[in-house]
């Protein structure tokens, strides 16, 4: 089995964890390749040298898995990377909430146990594919969500929305939120949105600081095509997607589509979404 990792420099406390976890792979018979920035710092804190090859982010990994070392945020930097090749993504929550992740770094042997025996389940997650007139976005999909924020004003933003090529509305605002099943949990959650089923085939549309109280989060089918005109007093405003910022002149256009490649996850075998409710938003508690 190949095998290449992602994570983010910011682990000084695990760092003997993580080696470890490198070191029992390795000692199972699997080709270990880290992400370059990530294994450079391993290796700047480490006293003796780690034997795995390393790959550059952008260039084409050739693994079978891809395991995310991190929260949330290293989960979905992973996917940038590796999801149009189809390589199934693993999570190891090095993180806070790590609502991607399937274990914990405590959960690491069993982590490596699961994935060697063929012991977990996959599951596949929409993404979404946005466009802007006249902007060259260098990684135009996004797990999560695509938002549209305000840039350089305080003034409210108008956001003159179309579906299926009609007329929705103009939204008023801070922004707008698009999100995916899976992001639901995110940026959606906290400006109000419902919490979806993870593989359910829809999207969600959910207003941020709304100048209206009649604008409420919209669940519309997953195959809509969703484009968003901005008007602002600045000159530009942003788009985001899961988190990494794109600055848009006013007035353009942006696109919203389900993108044609999913996210394969890895989940433990017998994983339910009440459980993830229960475990990671503490439903119930």
Known sequence: MKLVIFGNNYQDANIAAIVQLVEQLRRRGVQVWLERDFGQYLQGRWDRPLDTGTVCCGQRVDADVALSLGGDGTFLTTVMWVAEQGIPIMGINLGHLGYLAAYSLDEAPQAIDDLLAGNYATERRAMLRAQCDGVAIEHPLALNDVAILRQDTSSMIEMETTLQGRPLTTYKGDGLVVCTPTGSTAYNLSAGGPILEPT??????????????????????????????????????????????????????????????????????????????????????
């Not at 942006?254 to 009440?274: D, K, L, S």
Request: hydrophobic fraction near 40%; proline fraction near 6%.
């Open 200 to 285: 359910t085939r829809c999207m969600v549309l959910s207003p941020l600081s709304a100048h209206s109280l009649t604008m409420r989060p919209l669940v519309v089918p997953d195959e809509a095509v969703i484009t968003i005109v901005t008007h602002t007093r600045a000159d530009t405003y942003r788009l985001s997607l899961d988190g990494e910022g794109i600055i848009c002149p006013a007035g353009s256009r942006v696109t919203i589509e389900r993108a044609p490649v999913e996210v394969q996850v890895i989940q433990r075998m017998g994983h339910n979404f009440a459980q993830t409710l229960r475990h990671k938003l503490h439903w119930g508690s």
